[in-house]
């Protein structure tokens, strides 16, 4: 992998959302998100990815003034990514607990 450049991370979002903000980008869907899936164009896909790239070095984008920047992810936010976390565990227990296959962690199933 890249070493991690902060300003080319900058760059490409601020023109990412620059497509946001004039509507040149297709909105996912209720479907696409329920899918875990994004549009074509890729813009919204291409934002979560540089969002998550900047939060593995403990970084958030803000807003100040007239430009976007990182800066050291707030406590709110780090909160906020640990509830989303263990929000995404359990709905994926319970996505599997609604299927018909083995269940290892219950009592009774063999490995």
Do not use: C
Not at 61 to 84: G, Q
């Amino acid at each position: 992998m890249a070493p991690f450049n902060q300003q080319k991370v900058i760059e490409d979002y601020t023109e990412l959302q620059r497509r946001v903000s004039v509507g040149a980008y297709t909105e996912r869907s209720a479907e696409d998100f329920l899918n875990g899936t994004y549009p074509e164009d890729g813009i919204e896909e291409s934002i979560d990815n540089l969002t998550e790239l900047a939060a593995s070095q403990g970084l958030e984008f803000t807003w100040r003034s007239d430009s976007w920047s990182l800066e050291p992810m707030s406590e709110e936010t780090r909160a906020a990514r640990r509830v989303a976390e263990y929000n995404h565990a359990i709905d994926t227990r319970n996505a599997i607990a609604a299927e018909n296959r083995e269940k290892p962690w219950l009592p009774g199933e063999e490995f």
